[in-house]
């Protein structure tokens, strides 16, 4: 913490107009709160804000955009592999006319092979099952301007994905490059598990194909069901072998099982 606010001190410095800095404790357990709390008694230009328990990534996201009252605002993490300095070059294509400018990682540097992989398949994930078009190699650092901030903050959703969120709304849109440095301290905070739950979160969130699998999927199994359960009249009329009171059983068993999944993808589209 005290090499970021050196560097958000310094970058302050750099920028046009008023500006502020508001950090948001999401219930943390290692005393950065306590050290937060001294910065901002003796900073004006910083703020606080105090999570009661641990909400999680995305909510204390939302807490903080909830709160801010600038022309833009800045989402970024608070390890420094989102380097301050980058929004510099964020800001400069706000200036241009974009109302949402996000940072997409050309280089992961100190990352393990396991780590590449996994962030490469959630994004493939994403692209393959969201009807939104998230961009890939992006994550919440980005820049936001007020009318898309104020769209956002009418946004009903109680499970939120941030990104997805910002890529649904529209509006005019870029991405700044940049090399994300290794972390320096600590250890990631987001394990694979919960880079899943996002997923799908964000699944669930802005796509139906489940939904439909699910529909196409009974159907199909009811099908199946309906051409097994002819098949076995068939034989059991010309006696070529089937088994008594087990295929009748399968063949209810799969026919409900079908209609039930299809109704659970109806109702849900619905």
Not at 30 to 45: M, T
Not at 110 to 122: I, Q
Not at 193 to 200: E, F, G, N, P, Y
């Amino acid at each position: 913490l005290p090499r970021l606010i050196d560097r958000i001190s310094s970058l302050i410095g750099r920028l046009d107009g008023e500006t502020e800095v508001i950090f948001v404790d999401d219930g943390s357990l290692d005393g950065s709160v306590e050290y937060l709390r001294n910065v901002v008694a003796v900073e004006p230009r910083f703020r606080l804000i105090e999570l009661s328990r641990n909400f999680g990534h995305q909510v204390a996201i939302t807490a903080g955009m909830d709160a801010a009252a600038g022309d833009a605002v800045i989402v970024m993490d608070a390890d420094l592999q989102d380097p301050p300095e980058v929004v510099l070059d964020l800001v400069a294509k706000w200036k241009e006319g974009f109302e949402i400018v996000y940072a997409r990682r050309v280089k992961r540097e100190g990352e393990s092979w396991f780590k590449r992989f996994t962030a490469s398949l959630f994004y493939r994930l994403l692209e393959k099952m969201t009807s939104v078009d998230i961009p890939r190699d992006v994550g919440d650092f980005r820049l936001v301007g007020r009318k898309a901030l104020e769209t956002f903050k009418q946004m009903p959703e109680h499970d939120r994905f941030v990104r997805g969120m910002f890529a649904w709304m529209g509006f005019k849109q870029t991405a700044v490059p940049f090399e994300r440095p290794a972390r320096s301290l600590g250890q990631t905070k987001y394990p694979f598990w919960k880079m899943m739950h996002l997923a799908v979160h964000g699944i669930v969130s802005f796509s139906e194909k489940p939904l439909r699998m699910a529909l196409w999927g009974g159907l199909a199994i009811s099908a199946l069901a309906v051409v097994f359960g002819i098949y076995a009249i068939f034989a059991w009329i010309f006696e070529t072998g089937i088994t008594a009171g087990w295929t009748s059983t399968v063949v209810i068993v799969s026919l409900l099982c079908g209609i039930n999944l299809f109704m659970t993808g109806v109702v849900g589209l619905y």
